[in-house]
């Protein structure tokens, strides 16, 4: 009597889709009951404690636009566009009312919904080279500027690793997303897949794709992907991040004003990348420039700051301060961070009484 053995044959394969995409790494026919699952698209996000932790304004409405949009995600889906981009789907997005309802109808790619976010929701220049256009994925993996990314600065990478922020773009070849909490590992994004049922072992035994994807608010909880606020991949090792981006308005911001001064005075400012930067006071006709930095301190979040002087105009006024953040010789008043806080400026009753 023989004993017939049949031998399993076991296929693994990748699945990979060119565009706003992860990798399925991992996926199990059967479900193990002795695992713990987790929605890795059911995410809590602590939005008080991110917003006191970012000083900068623009951060901030990042993070404001952020929420609106889980608000949005909570009323219905905004799918993945899965047949394609339209020849006409920017015409008809920055031509409709109701952005949200336009991109549940027809759907949104990965760029298109940073498009969204950063220049529509932001209102942030975005697209370097042709203006009013979003940016495509393969341009946000380079590692290297070219005309469509002048008003982003790269991220450095520490080793296969970057260490975002809030608001930071990464991103891989077919793929990118903007940075929630990167401490957490949360990410925002439209991706074509998203794992929807992942194991504490790393394995994602349900997931979606298409329709059932798009828009989505992502914990990224697959084992290497990210971990104490360094990132490396998303969902795959094939996915590993090749390039970061930081908007030029979230890279420049005031941290520390005195709260009065008068007409004249040279005042104290503390802030991130602001030595030697135009100033618009409130009622000033001209911008004014502070010095180089002086001295350097650190915020909560052991972040460089530089310490510079200014002086008042003689026509300034209380208000917020805003600060240029671009780079070109000519400032542009359309291109700057509104401080948080006011300054509260007097006029020299001495000087004035003479």
Known sequence: MFKHIILPTFCFFYFFVTGCTSTKNSHRKYINYNQNYVDPTRVEVDWKSLYSSNASSQVRSFLNYSKETKNE??????????????KNWDN????SK?????????????????????????????????????ILSHSFAQRKSNSELKNF????????????????????????????????????????????KRAD??????????????????????????????????DSPK??????????ALNTWIEKL????????????????????YIYFNGAKKPSKTSYSFSKT??????????????????????????????????????????????YIEKNTLLSSR
Not at 109 to 131: A, G, I, Q, V
Not at 239 to 248: D, E, I, M, S, V
Not at 302 to 329: F, Q
């Open 73 to 86: 995600l909570s009323e219905k889906k905004i799918p993945y566009a899965s047949n394609g981009i339209a």
């Open 92 to 95: 008809k997005y920055l031509n």
């Open 98 to 134: 109701n952005k949200y309802d336009f991109m549940r109808r027809n759907g949104v790619d990965c760029t298109r919904f940073l498009w969204h976010l950063y220049s529509e929701k932001m209102n942030l220049p975005f697209n370097s080279k042709t203006k009013g256009a979003p």
């Open 153 to 196: 600065v790269p991220l450095k990478k520490n080793g296969n690793l970057f260490k975002p922020r809030a608001g930071d773009i990464l991103a891989f070849p077919g793929h990118a997303l903007a940075v929630l909490d990167p401490d957490k590992c949360i990410a925002i994004q439209s991706a074509s897949w998203v794992c929807k």
């Open 201 to 234: 072992n790393g394995s994602c035994v349900n997931s979606a794709t298409g329709k059932e994807a798009g828009v989505s608010i992502y914990k990224l909880t697959n084992r290497g992907d990210c971990e104490n606020g360094l990132w490396k991949q998303l």
């Open 239 to 248: 996915n590993k991040f090749t390039a970061g981006w930081r908007h030029k």
């Open 258 to 277: 005195p709260p009065k001064a008068n007409v004249n005075d040279t005042i104290t400012l503390i802030g991130y990348n602001i030595s030697h930067r």
């Open 298 to 343: 650190k915020n909560k979040k052991y972040e460089n700051l530089d310490i510079v002087s200014i002086k008042i105009p003689h026509d300034a006024k209380s208000g917020k301060l805003k600060i240029y953040w671009d780079n070109k010789i000519k400032p542009d008043i359309r291109h700057t961070v509104e401080s948080n806080d006011i300054i």
